[in-house]
């Protein structure tokens, strides 16, 4: 019912900065998508909230990301963004986006590698 494409994974160096795209189509226009969010996971850890974003524009954070990363979303083009500034090495993950949607079920991206170099 809904597919996520994300975007803007890459290679950059400790405080740079990168902008996540997260792209949903909806195949079934009666759904709706309330929550957005992007995940991350590093290889043998389990995956972990980033932040997320309600459709009313409600925004939650890992405290980790508190003041360095910005989520926001445009719901005109069903898109969530995540701005990554300040990056560190430690930030190196495979970074997922979610979307859920009101009959409850919840949908992930591919998945884009954000690498951080020292």
């Known amino acids: 019912q809904v597919q996520l494409v994300e975007s803007g994974g890459g290679l950059v160096q400790a405080g740079g900065s990168l902008r996540l795209s997260c792209a949903a189509s909806k195949t079934d226009f009666s759904v709706f998508i309330t929550r957005m969010g992007w995940y991350r996971q590093v290889p043998g850890k389990q995956r972990e909230l980033v932040a997320d974003?309600?459709?009313?524009?409600?925004?939650n954070y890992a405290d980790s990301m508190k003041g360095r990363f910005t989520i926001s979303r445009d719901n005109a083009k069903n898109t969530a963004y995540l701005q990554m500034n300040s990056l560190k090495p430690e930030d190196t993950a495979v970074y997922y986006c979610r979307a859920d949607i009101t009959r409850g079920g919840a949908y992930w991206g591919q998945g884009t590698q954000v690498t951080v170099s020292s």
């Open positions: 974003i309600t459709s009313g524009g409600n925004t």
